[in-house]
């Protein structure tokens, strides 16, 4: 299986990143091939909802050239398992986290059909400081829309994690990287 793990979190070894390494570092078990890709190191640029949109997505993907078109979409096209991490800022995903979703807009045509995501599965791994109940939502927010209300893409597991009051970078709660070391395995 393929796995492509996308960090919307400016820090490459924050909880979000911590909490993803330890799922991918349980894949590793089942000889699954994995590939992180850090946001904050690409440049994508906004969505604009484009002028026929739907001609556009299907002879070039998009109007931009940047890295979404040229680095990610390929990567996300290739994978079999999504997984998407961010932690919570100012209420929701981080910018660039909502950025690049804006983008997949190139994976709906014509009457709304979804194209090059049938077949995919995923997890959502949302962090924050504040108990992990206050900001389910932004879980939900990402289950509902590449779950079954839109992009169709088939539910592995959304993770919510919560009162991550040690500084960047240092998991405070270790017990939860192989609580999910361990689940990376079942995968």
Known sequence: MNILSINGSPNKEGNTQNIVSA????????HHKSKTIHLYDLKINDCVACKNSHKI????????NDDFTNLLLPEIRNADLIIFGSPV???HITG???TMFDRFYTFILENFTIRDLENKKFISVVTSGAPSETFKDV?????????DFFFKMEKIKIIHEGDFLGESGQCDKP??????????KTI
């Open 175 to 184: 017990e939860l990287l192989k609580k999910y070391e361990n689940f990376g």
């Open 57 to 64: 997505h299907l002879e070039k993907d998009c109007i931009h």
């Open 139 to 147: 879980s939900d927010y990402l289950e509902k829309w590449l779950g």
């Open 96 to 98: 660039k986290a909502k």
């Open 89 to 91: 800022y100012m209420g």
């Open 23 to 30: 799922i991918l570092k349980g894949t590793e078990t089942n």
